[in-house]
């Protein structure tokens, strides 16, 4: 792994020329020069992949972060369009994982090393919560998977700190559920880093990576701000498996699950002004329905956008179904073939591709209308008095639901 560095930027003049600065998961500052302004975001995540040696087969998991000059938080550069619009000046980005391999243990030693430094960095700013023993052991394989096995010649007091940099912090009160002084926390790691003297690298790296990824929330990406039907504040996190509902408690933090929609589950994603919108339906339990999840704030437009275009990439990543059906699942017209349901007819235009579009307030209510039509029903039950020959056969029935 590279020498860890504090970031520091550089302010010059590009003279025509499109210059953009990406802080790299070691908190070391890469810049480059584009001859035209209009290059795209692929250009530059091109660039970065190479100076890192990235294989080209692993790239999908990781992007380009920046803050929304709008609202304020974090956005993924588009790679398909240029940079210029997306990004006021400077040009500034950061190197993250957007997405967490499902097996991280397999994957190639360069991407091992670059998912271990978002994960402690995460460790550090709070988005895992982890208890000080855990804590603890997650940070002796660091320790050995940077620094080696431990040499008292060179490991001296206070050498954690001085070696690993920002990448050692003690746990504090909003990463851990207890806190305990630099000094205690020091040796305790010491004396783990020392108890795996003979452990190569890739064996640490493997050893943290199976630990990290039971972590409460590991793989989520979480979005906040958003209220259900009933108003209750809900996070919308995003994983490898689908979309998870989190309730949240007074101070913020996500609680229990409320609802969970597979990736294989989901017919159509949409977002319209501040709400989100998930249409679902279940071949096994032959029921499904419409959600909306409705963000607050002033630019509550733009995470329910955020949200819908963070869906569609993960789905498109985790979720691989069989080829044909693949190929017609972007219009929803077609997704009979997807959900197992002859209701849907193939060639029907009038449903046409939904996914990642806004919709006018009377076109989307038509689109819900049109849903409710070609959903299956419960059909209503015959009356006391009718024959069995006049009551309606109810057995390949179901139910659907719109919230």
């Not at 032959?286 to 909306?292: A, C, E, I, L, P």
Request: aromatic share 12%; with cysteine.
């Amino acid at each position: 792994m590279a020498n860890f560095k504090s970031v520091k930027f550089e302010r010059r003049k590009s003279y025509g020329r499109l210059e953009c600065q990406v802080v790299l998961l070691d908190n070391s500052l890469y810049v480059t020069k584009f001859d035209s302004k209009s290059a795209k975001g692929q250009e530059l995540f091109d660039r970065v992949c190479e100076k890192l040696s990235l294989p080209p087969n692993t790239r999908n998991y990781f992007g380009l972060q920046f803050v929304d000059g709008i609202d304020g938080e974090l956005t993924w550069l588009d790679f398909e369009k240029e940079i210029r619009p997306q990004r006021r000046k400077p040009y500034t980005f950061q190197f993250a994982v957007r997405f967490y391999p499902l097996e991280a243990s397999v994957e190639p030693k360069e991407v091992q090393e670059l998912l271990i430094l978002q994960i402690k960095d995460s460790l550090i700013r709070g988005k895992f919560i982890t208890s000080v023993n855990e804590h603890a052991i997650l940070d002796g394989f660091f320790a050995q998977a940077v620094l080696g096995d431990f040499n008292p010649k060179l490991h001296t007091r206070g050498y954690l700190e001085d070696l690993l940099g920002s990448f050692f912090a003690p746990p504090n009160g909003i990463n851990c559920d207890a806190e305990l002084s630099e000094e205690k926390y020091e040796n305790i790691v010491y004396k783990l880093h020392r108890s795996h003297k003979g452990m190569t690298p890739s064996d640490a790296r493997i050893a943290f990576l199976e630990i990290a990824c039971n972590l409460p929330f590991y793989g989520m990406s979480i979005h906040h701000g958003a209220t259900d039907k009933n108003g209750n504040n809900v996070h919308l996190a995003l994983c490898s498996s689908g979309v998870l509902v989190f309730d949240v408690d007074t101070f913020g933090i996500p609680g229990n699950v409320v609802q969970n929609f597979p990736w294989h589950e989901i017919v159509t994603m949409t977002f319209q002004n501040r709400k989100f919108y998930v249409v679902v339906y279940s071949h096994e339990r032959k029921d499904g329905g419409s959600y909306s999840y409705r963000f607050q704030g002033h630019f509550s437009h733009k995470a329910s956008e955020r949200v819908l275009h963070d869906a569609l990439q993960h789905q498109a990543l985790f979720y691989q179904p069989e080829k044909k059906l693949f190929r017609r699942s972007k219009s929803f017209g077609e997704v009979d073939s997807h959900i197992g349901t002859s209701q849907f007819k193939r060639n029907d235009r009038k449903y046409a591709s939904t996914f990642g579009k806004t919709r006018s307030r009377g076109s989307f209510r038509k689109f819900t209308d049109s849903i409710r039509k070609k959903m299956p029903r419960r059909q209503k039950s015959a009356p006391a008095d009718s024959s069995p020959d006049e009551s309606p056969n109810t057995s390949n029935s179901s139910t659907m639901t719109y919230v």
